[in-house]
């Protein structure tokens, strides 16, 4: 019976030091797993900068976006505003005769009807083409070499590369070109090269 005590007794001690060992190893193992993590005031903040960085983003992918719309309608309307032009220039030619007939027969027969009709036409779909952007290029003064197109030069009394005559009216479509003016300029006639010449066969 002694010897079985004993024998309890040091199978009771060595359990003991087993116990204690296993809840001080789960102690540790507990705080080595709250050691990475922060506080909650922390993780709040850091899901908060996230939160409003990712809504930024958001929000310049829209403005890029209605941006990126609004240039591809600009440039739509450009085209077709552009393909107008052709008929813009019919409609102008045709005024130019139509007051010519009217003029010969007189203003009060069918022709001068026929000028007033393709005039009033022609009024109201340029004022509509100009509520939409559209605009004349100016072809007073100088040479526009962004703006104007040179179909010829001529001799004048006035300062070189002064326009002198339009051939064809140039448009603007906001900032867009849609067509450069056809103009004539000016070259200044060379007379005093030319009266010297004529002095010296006079010589």
């Known amino acids: 019976m002694a010897e079985q005590k004993q024998d309890n007794n040091s199978n009771a001690g060595q359990a003991n030091p087993g116990n204690g060992n296993g809840k001080n190893d789960s102690a540790a193992a507990h705080n080595t797993s709250h050691e990475g ?36 309608k600009k440039v739509g309307k450009a085209e077709l505003i552009k393909s107008l032009l052709p008929i813009i220039d019919e409609f102008e030619l045709a005024i130019i005769a139509a007051d010519k007939n009217a003029g010969e027969h007189g203003s009060d027969g069918a022709a001068s009807d026929v000028a007033r009709g393709i005039k ?59 067509r450069p003016a056809s103009v004539i300029i000016s070259k200044k006639a060379e007379q005093s090269s ?10």
């Open 37 to 72: 993590e922060k506080p909650n005031g922390e993780n709040a903040q850091e899901l908060k900068e996230k939160l409003l960085r990712a809504i930024a983003e958001f929000d310049n992918y829209k403005k890029r976006t209605r941006q990126e719309i609004d240039n591809a």
């Open 120 to 178: 009033m036409v022609y009024s109201n779909m340029m004022e509509v083409l100009k509520k939409e952007g559209l605009s004349e290029i100016d072809t007073k003064g100088k040479f526009d070499p962004y703006k104007h197109e040179i179909m010829l030069v001529k001799e004048s009394n006035v300062d070189d590369g002064s326009i002198i005559e339009v051939v064809k009216k140039g448009y603007m479509y906001g900032e867009i070109m849609l």
């Open 194 to 203: 030319a009266n010297e010449g004529k002095k010296e066969k006079k010589e």
